[in-house]
């Protein structure tokens, strides 16, 4: 399974799901990363972490650990 | 008399449209119970319309104190209308937003805001196509260019008690669901709101259980039945059915130009953030929002409000004024001595205050505030602080009132509470002197015993976030990361502007009465003896008190009457231990870092490690009456706020002792008596360092993503 935080810069992916539960795959839904919409990772912090990303059409950043709950496809 | 409230995502350009509608009519307050801003207004040119502005949001979850709210607010029916602002550059996430409101019976008309922008971009949006889809009316406008608003308050004052016909957004079987449900519900809830309570349950909304508790048994076979047809949980269903439907009205609407515009905005992140130069750029912006706010015209300003209007105008002037007026010394000496000098420690730090405010305002408004929350994330998170604490704790290094002020522009709530109640561990320039005193008088000036207070100033606050964040229930639960990256722009004047005005004055109001009483009652114990008359610091009420209490201090080895009272008046104002310990050395007056009694200063310590020991306390232990004042403020109420004040002064205790008896037995003291409870004390903080995270109460039923 890959999963958001796997996926490197500049790489465009779709999303398959997102897993688990609570307030934190609640906020990613209502963020718009939703099932089949597509993520562009777009920059790395310079530490490493977090990461930011392109959907619909704004940019988002999201720590490596949070991304884990995002299944993605495609972008290889 | 009617009310509309103003509500949007973060960053929808809501605050600016919020200045225009209301212009100067704008009342800023608190919504109970939480230290969110509730602002409120009238609409212009129509006394008769309040507007209320919701805090900025991207949902109605039930998860963040903002959204809660907002969605209490809409649910509560008194409302008229809702004015939706819509950034117009990023349509799709902002009308989620929409949807949802257009569920809660209530009028809505959409602000289609920064349509300049976006006509830049060379998009063309269908403004009646798009109305068609949410069923309610959408005008375009430029918060900034103040255009199209006259049109916004007219649509708004026409939807005034209209009905508005509710789109069916989701696909046929959801919508079944949501009219079964409702069937359900019917009568138990108001008409408005039993789409957008049906909607809830299906989605699992734990709030909304706990109302219809009653009808949950007819109401979860409904929901089942539609999980198991759709193969996904309701709460799916429900966000990609109104992502689903956005993207099919984008779609329609909006035409995008065929080749995309690389905007300005992602020119300058493409720098900002880059790599290599982020960190660079960041540091830098850091040293100019530092130089300005503290070392030059900041602290330009607040050194002369102290000296030119203060010590030489107006204490002098008061005095001889009063004196002429023939009344009484003592009353004399209360006015001067304790109320102005009082009112001088609350002026005194607003020119400092006001350009930080400036400059923290131009931050956020510009977009850079996000980045910076992007570059220091990943270091401050560890330790349950935000990135954003870095700039709380670099302002402290200059002055904690400010300092814990900045500490506002943290939205977590969780992270801004941490770092309000830790960033004053930092020495900050009054507390040098002190510093300066003591490697003076016993350590014959060594440079390093500046530096390692600053070292130790930011272990206690990283030491304190990964303590404090341990402590259940006390600083609340975390929000998730996931913050946008908002569109660098020029910020607005007045936005800005009213913006640092606003923070300026909550510090003033909440915060300067506390301040002036503090510092009246610790100036009077220093200034009469227990029969009113009055006499010098020496043989004052303090003096008394300080004899008592200052067997406390013994097991942190100075046990001394003096160091006792220094450290009272050192609450008025950090620098006040040197000039204190001038007073009671029988000076009158003595320099900055008190050359003249470095001997006496000496002579009361019976070791450096004592010396050391009394310095680590008064730097860490409670900040000045200022600071607290304005921990107060930001904390939102006096039980916090000394949770946050004992925590210091325990920690200050703790750090002190523990000092003292390590340090005595590594330099040869030998083992004291109080050894073995330092030994004890020190576990007691590892333990507490490297306990095992609770289970947050709500992880097990609801099932937080394991990390």
């Known amino acids: 399974m890959r999963t958001l935080d796997m996926i490197g810069c500049g790489e465009t992916v779709r999303v398959v799901a997102v897993h688990g539960g609570g307030p934190l795959r609640r906020r990613i839904l209502d963020m718009g990363i939703t099932k089949g919409s597509d993520i562009k990772v777009e920059n790395v912090a310079p530490l490493g972490d977090p990461i930011e990303i392109i959907v619909r059409g704004y940019k988002l950043s999201i720590r490596k650990g949070d991304a884990v709950s995002i299944e993605v496809a495609g972008g290889e | ?707």
């Open chain 2, 1 to 707: 008399m009617s009310e509309i409230a103003l509500v949007g995502n973060p960053n929808s350009g809501k605050t600016t449209l919020f200045n225009y509608l209301t212009g100067s009519s704008q009342k800023v307050g608190n919504w109970p119970g939480v230290t969110v801003d509730k602002k409120a207004g009238r609409l212009k040119g129509h006394p008769n319309v309040s507007v209320v502005d919701l805090p900025g949001i991207y949902s109605l979850s039930p998860y963040s104190p903002e959204e809660v709210i907002a969605r209490d607010y809409i649910m509560g029916g008194n409302l008229d209308a809702v004015i939706n602002i819509v950034d117009a550059t990023n349509l799709e996430r902002n009308l989620y937003l929409t949807t949802q409101l257009r569920d809660m019976g209530v009028p809505v008309v959409v602000a289609l805001n920064m349509i300049d922008v976006s006509r830049s971009k060379g998009e063309e949006i269908d403004v009646k196509e798009l109305s068609k889809w949410l069923g309610c009316p959408v005008v375009p406008i430029s918060a900034l260019k103040r255009e199209g608003l006259d049109d916004l308050v007219g649509e708004t004052i026409r939807a005034i008690g209209t009905e508005q016909p509710v789109p069916k957004v989701f696909q046929p079987k959801v919508e079944e669901a949501i009219s079964a449900v409702s069937a359900v519900l019917a009568g138990s809830e108001p008409d408005g709101l039993l789409r957008w309570s049906s909607v809830k349950l299906i989605e699992g909304d734990e709030a909304e259980r706990e109302i219809h508790a009653d009808d949950l048994a007819e109401i979860d076979p409904i929901v089942s039945s539609l999980e198991a047809a759709m193969d996904e949980d309701g709460e799916t269903i429900i966000i990609d059915g109104r992502y689903n439907h956005i993207a099919a009205m984008v779609a329609v609407s909006v035409k995008k130009p065929d080749v995309e515009v690389v905007t300005l905005s992602d020119k300058i992140d493409a720098v900002v953030t880059n790599r290599w130069l982020a960190l660079p750029i960041f540091f830098a912006v850091m040293f100019v929002v530092y130089y300005l706010s503290i070392t030059t015209i900041g602290g330009w300003g607040t050194d002369w409000v102290n000296e030119a209007v203060f010590e030489e105008w107006a204490i002098p002037g008061a005095e001889q004024w009063l004196t002429d007026m023939g009344v009484n010394d003592m009353l004399v000496s209360l006015i001067v001595d304790g109320l102005i000098t009082g009112v001088g420690a609350v002026l005194g730090f607003l020119p400092q205050m006001l350009v930080m405010f400036l400059l923290l305002a131009i931050l956020e408004d510009s977009g850079y505030m996000a980045r910076v929350a992007f570059v220091m994330d990943r270091i401050f998170r560890r330790f349950g602080l935000s990135g954003k604490s870095f700039i709380p704790i670099l302002i402290t290094t200059g002055c904690g009132v400010p300092g814990i002020m900045a500490s506002r522009t943290i939205e977590d709530d969780r992270d801004r509470r941490i770092t309000a109640m830790t960033c004053s561990f930092m020495p900050c320039a009054a507390k040098l002197p002190v510093i300066a005193l003591i490697a003076g008088a016993i350590f014959n000036e060594s440079p390093w015993i500046a530096p390692s207070l600053y070292f130790i100033g930011i272990f206690a606050i990283l030491f304190s976030g990964v303590v404090l964040k341990k402590i259940q229930g006390f600083v609340g639960t975390p929000a998730p990361f996931i913050m946008e990256m908002p569109a660098y722009h020029m910020p607005n004047a007045r936005t800005v502007a009213i913006s640092s005005l606003d923070r300026l004055f909550h510090f003033v109001k909440k915060a300067g009465t506390i301040i002036i009483l503090a510092c009246a009652l610790v100036w009077f114990l220093s200034a009469y003896n227990w029969s009113m008359a009055a006499v010098d610091v020496a043989d004052s009420m303090l003096a008394d008190i300080g004899h008592a209490v200052s067997v406390i201090f013994a097991p942190l080895g100075w046990d001394n009457w003096m160091a006792t009272v220094a450290t009272v008046t050192g609450l008025i104002a950090k620098e006040n231990v040197v000039s204190t310990f001038g007073i009671l050395f029988g000076l009158e007056e003595v320099s900055e870092a008190g050359d003249e009694i470095w001997a006496n200063v000496a002579g009361m310590f019976s070791s450096g490690v004592a010396g050391y020991s009394f310095l680590l306390f008064n730097m860490l232990c409670a900040p000045c009456f200022a600071a607290i004042g304005a921990m107060r403020r930001e904390l939102g109420t006096w039980k916090d706020t000394a949770l946050a004040v004992g925590w210091q002064c325990g920690l200050a205790y703790a750090a002190a002792f523990v000092f003292y008896h390590f340090g005595t037995l590594a330099t040869g003291g030998g083992l004291t008596i109080g050894f073995p409870f330092a030994v004890a004390v020190l576990a007691l903080l590892i333990w507490l360092f490297a306990r095992p995270m609770p289970n947050p109460e709500a992880g097990a039923d609801e099932g937080v993503v394991p990390s």
